[in-house]
């Protein structure tokens, strides 16, 4: 990179301390979060009930479904979300486009909790139920990010890869995929963190999560396991937060 | 790997080997446009009409015209990036329509105003994308990319594995050429390619590419809203007005000594004389007019000088002669105002035929 003379190009390189401090900024948050309620921890006496809560075991089973939870639907939201963006963008049907960015707007507005309580009533409780609940809630979003990337790509470069003979698929995977995908990775990144929080609301039907901690010290009036599960959310949201960002910066395209 | 470079115009195959060989390789095919029409859907009047034409195997015609009158409606037919709505276009005789787009657009070189990089691939990979869509070996495509990079004149160690944005508009409007040129097609079609670029650079790239393409002699349809961009690049110039009509097809300088209509005749605009000078060298002048030099010492100009140039000089040192002296100092005669005039008179086959001609001549 030391021959490039482009005022553009430096971008990526300069600044390195200040990109340093970023990257270490998130993970450093967690560990003064995380050594201060450990702190607070050993300085006040637990109950019997606080005991056995606030024990590895117990914390590691509730990140565990919590994790699960939320990760795959993320997962499922980018397995299903980006077709379905990609065929909605081969449609070339501008109003087809509008309806599904309209429709995004307006989920986005209805409050999660709605959402999975109201699947709960109409089904079942349990896991499955909250995950369908996350991926139904996180997926316009990621359609809508899709949408607006591929779309977002220049029609002169389009062009320009039809008029030198590449086939649709081809200037699909590519030309636009690749110059859309930052835009689709934000989306996924926020649907991803998005997730993690929502997720805590799965107790309410019995889908387990730290929502349970949360909702347990509410009702029991035991803050130290509260504030554990709160934590704990907040500790996990800012990693993946973190861990995502990464893999945006790393996996965005070069040249861009 | 697949198979090299499929044939698909008959006379190609001549060629066909040369996938990967020489940036000078060569040789265009005809192309023929046939009462070709478009109509965009949801519109009453025909964006072309009725338009038909022949280029020559290796001719460079320019299609120019005022904005919006179909100059790259029109183009763009040929490579099906737009489809006719009726009439035939044949590329060596081969009807285009008949062929898959795809395949026909890999074997016709494309550039348009916005260049149209891609912005995440660096330029070598960029020049690579028809070789690789051709299936040819990385060898070969590696070669080839160096050698259209040297053709264009970017340094390949310098910019072969730079991206688009690191170039000046300048450098982005060569690479785009050399990824136009770089499987070697018979055909080009360029959309104002030196448009979006300062008046320096234009003309040095105007000047790099009549070079290039006095090597490499492909057909070219070049589009430009610049009539003397027409003229200096052009072996026939189609001037063109709304729906594409064709208002005179011909050489730049039979153009200039005689357009077909007051339309041509207002496109030109003024100083067609001197557009004319600069199309002729100084040889085509008689040198005999007027004595050798008695003591004063004259001006002199190499024979490679135009007409124009010529009188530029004559204009500025304000002599009455010019000495024309050839690289090893031969003599080939002296040119006067008179001997200028003379030319242009004698080059005008239809003076005095249009009501323009007159006012062509007319100084
Ligand atoms: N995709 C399109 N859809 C509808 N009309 C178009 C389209 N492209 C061009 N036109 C119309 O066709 C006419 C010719 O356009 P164009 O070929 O771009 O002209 P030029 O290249 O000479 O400026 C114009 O009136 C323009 O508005
Ligand atoms: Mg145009």
Same mark, same amino acid.
């Given at each position: 990179m030391s021959t490039l003379t482009s005022p553009d190009v430096g971008r990526r390189t300069t600044g390195r301390r200040g990109a340093v401090a970023r990257v270490l900024a998130a993970p450093l948050v967690v560990a003064v979060l995380g050594l201060v309620t450990l702190l607070w921890l050993q300085s006040i006496e637990l109950d019997s009930i606080e005991k056995r809560t606030l024990n590895t075991d117990y914390l590691v089973?509730?990140?565990?479904?919590?994790?699960?939870?939320?990760?795959?639907?993320?997962?499922?939201?980018?397995?299903?979300?980006?077709?379905?963006?990609?065929?909605i963008h081969r449609t070339n049907s501008r109003v087809l486009r509008g309806v599904v960015l309209a429709l995004a707007n307006i989920g986005q507005a209805t409050p999660a909790v709605g959402v999975v309580i109201?699947?709960?009533?109409?089904?079942?409780?349990?896991f499955t139920t909250a995950l369908v609940a996350l991926v139904a809630y996180s997926f316009l979003p990621v359609l809508r990010n899709t949408l607006t990337g591929l779309?977002?790509?220049?029609?002169?470069?389009?062009?320009?890869?039809?008029?030198?003979?590449?086939?649709?698929?081809?200037?699909?995977?590519?030309i636009e995929l690749p110059l859309a995908s930052p835009v689709i990775l934000a989306g996924l990144?926020?649907?991803?963190?998005?997730?993690?929080?929502?997720?805590?609301?799965?107790?309410?039907?019995?889908?387990?999560?730290?929502?349970?901690?949360?909702?347990?010290?509410?009702?029991?009036?035991r803050y130290p396991v509260l504030i554990v599960g709160a934590a704990l959310v907040a500790g996990i949201a800012i990693l993946i937060d973190?861990?995502?960002?990464?893999?945006?910066?790393?996996?965005?395209?070069?040249?861009? | 790997m697949p198979k090299p470079t499929t044939i698909i115009f008959p006379s190609m195959d001549v060629r066909g080997a040369a996938s990967g060989g020489s940036a000078t390789s060569g040789g265009g095919v005809s192309i023929e446009l046939d009462s070709v029409t478009k109509t965009y859907p949801g519109q009453d009047v025909s964006a072309v009409e009725d338009?038909?034409?022949? !280029?020559?195997?290796?001719?460079?015609?320019?299609?120019?015209?005022?904005?919006?009158?179909?100059?790259?409606?029109?183009?763009?037919?040929?490579?099906?990036?737009?489809?006719?709505?009726?009439?035939s276009i044949r590329i060596d005789g081969q009807d285009v329509l008949s062929l898959s787009p795809d395949q026909l657009r890999r074997h016709i070189g494309y550039v348009i105003q916005q260049i149209g990089l891609f912005p995440h691939m660096t330029i070598a990979d960029n020049i690579a994308t028809v070789p690789r869509l051709l299936g040819w070996s990385k060898k070969e495509t590696s070669a080839r990319v160096e050698e259209l990079l040297d053709t264009v004149q970017l340094d390949p160690a310098v910019f072969a594995d730079r991206y688009p944005r690191q170039l000046s508009g300048g450098q982005q409007q060569r690479a785009g050429v050399a990824r136009a040129l770089a499987a070697d097609p018979p055909v080009m079609l360029m959309d104002e390619p030196f448009g979006a670029t300062d008046p320096i650079t234009r003309e040095k790239l105007q000047a790099e590419f009549l070079r290039?393409?006095?090597? !490499?002699?492909?057909? !070219?349809?070049?589009?430009t809203h610049d009539f003397d961009e027409a003229v200096r690049l052009g072996d026939r110039i189609a001037v063109l007005s709304e729906r594409s009509q064709i208002e005179q097809f011909d050489t730049p300088a039979a153009i200039l000594a005689a357009p077909a209509n007051d339309y041509v005749a207002s496109?030109?605009?003024?100083?067609?004389?001197?557009?004319?000078?600069?199309?002729?060298?100084?040889?085509?002048?008689?040198?005999?007019?007027?004595?050798?030099?008695?003591?004063?010492?004259?001006?002199?100009?190499?024979?490679?000088?135009?007409?124009?140039?010529?009188?530029?000089?004559?204009?500025?040192?304000?002599?009455?002669?010019?000495?024309?002296?050839?690289?090893?100092?031969?003599?080939?005669?002296?040119?006067?105002?008179?001997? !200028?005039?003379?030319a242009l008179t004698q080059s005008s086959p239809t003076r005095g035929a249009g009501p323009a001609a007159g006012e062509g001549v007319h100084r």
């Open positions: 089973d509730r990140v565990r479904e919590h994790l699960l939870l939320s990760l795959s639907a993320a997962a499922l939201v980018a397995l299903l979300a980006i077709p379905a963006g990609v065929l109201l699947l709960a009533i109409v089904w079942r409780t349990g779309a977002e790509v220049d029609p002169a470069t389009r062009e320009a890869a039809r008029g030198m003979g590449m086939t649709r698929t081809q200037v699909l995977r590519r990144r926020t649907s991803l963190v998005f997730a993690v929080g929502v997720a805590t609301i799965a107790t309410f039907i019995n889908a387990g999560g730290l929502g349970d901690m949360i909702v347990n010290g509410l009702k029991l009036q973190w861990v995502a960002g990464l893999v945006e910066e790393y996996a965005r395209p070069r040249g861009l | 338009f038909s034409m022949r !280029i020559e195997p290796g001719e460079l015609v320019m299609f120019v015209g005022p904005s919006g009158c179909g100059k790259t409606t029109t183009m763009k037919m040929v490579n099906r990036i737009i489809e006719p709505t009726s009439g290039l393409q006095a090597d !490499i002699g492909k057909t !070219i349809i070049f589009v496109f030109i605009g003024s100083g067609a004389a001197l557009k004319r000078l600069s199309l002729m060298p100084v040889t085509s002048a008689d040198l005999s007019f007027g004595a050798p030099a008695s003591g004063g010492k004259r001006p002199q100009l190499d024979p490679t000088a135009t007409l124009r140039d010529a009188l530029d000089l004559l204009v500025v040192t304000g002599a009455e002669a010019l000495e024309i002296v050839d690289a090893d100092g031969t003599r080939l005669g002296c040119l006067t105002h008179a001997a !200028i005039s003379a």
